[in-house]
Nanobody, 120 residues
Framework: QVQPVESGGGLVQPGGSLRLSCTAA????????MGWYRQAPGKQRELVAR???????VYADSVKGRFTIFRNNAKNTVYLQMNSLKPEDTALYYC??????????????WGQGTQVTVSS
């Protein structure tokens, strides 16, 4: 199981930056495609970015050019650098192994997530 633990969220003003971290369990982390997801109140969970084992990255259109996903396999950790944050980025952010669905409904073992609030 992935057993992700997310951290790094907080309250930030529009235009600000945050870096999220997620550490996962398992000896085969380096083989996994990992994804960052978010869920805003009243909305469906959505995939924000994913990174393959070969470091290929894919972003949602809404965050392209502002967010960067990267990983450190030696630490079983995946990061999400978020710049130029907007109020619409406000959500609970999760990471998990990406298995194919952008809503993450094919993944289990979700963590608590980390709250990102963008507000002046």
């Amino acid at each position: 199981q992935v057993q992700p633990v997310e951290s790094g969220g907080g309250l930030v003003q529009p235009g600000g930056s945050l870096r999220l971290s997620c550490t996962a369990a398992g000896n085969t982390f380096h083989r996994w495609t990992m994804g960052w997801y978010r869920q805003a109140p009243g909305k469906q969970r959505e995939l924000v970015a994913r990174i393959r084992s070969d470091d290929i990255k894919v972003y949602a259109d809404s965050v392209k050019g502002r967010f960067t996903i990267f990983r450190n396999n030696a630490k079983n950790t995946v990061y999400l650098q978020m710049n130029s944050l907007k109020p619409e980025d406000t959500a609970l952010y999760y990471c998990n192994r990406f298995l194919g669905r952008t809503d993450g409904n094919d993944s289990s073992s979700w963590g608590q997530g980390t709250q990102v609030t963008v507000s002046s």
